[in-house]
């Protein structure tokens, strides 16, 4: 029996997750899909430029596994551009240390990274605030997302 996946840490997800070739009508052309670990790995080794067993601490996976994602996401990057793919950022096995909370007073909710103070609300000071998931609608940011 397989040893079931471990969720992979991310803490950079990307404003724009669509790329297509220029002049290509996106209805036209066949999109390759990169994991949001994939885009991590890549992120962390080729632009952090850190070394194989920092990005796999960062990432929380071994340097194997570190190996294997970014591998992944190379093949998958180098085709979409030899190509002519579009590519989609999206799902994958990751967890963040992110996590959004809401507050029970102004009902502002907003996301923190685990290291900073979440017991004040930015927007009001309150301190009646409570992570989405007690609040009944969080989507497992505190532990994980599992998107295929």
Known sequence: MARPTKFRRVEFFPEDDYFVPCGKP?????????????????RLKDIEELNQEECAEKMQVSRQTFQNIIDSARKKVVTALTEGKAIRISGGHYTTKLCKFK???????????????RAVCPSCGSDKVMCNKKAGFCKNWCKGNNIE
């Open 26 to 42: 996106k209805c036209q052309i066949e999109e390759i899909a990169l994991k949001v670990e994939e885009l991590e790995a890549m």
């Open 103 to 117: 507050c029970a007073e102004c009902e502002t909710i907003y996301e923190i990274n685990y290291d900073q103070d």
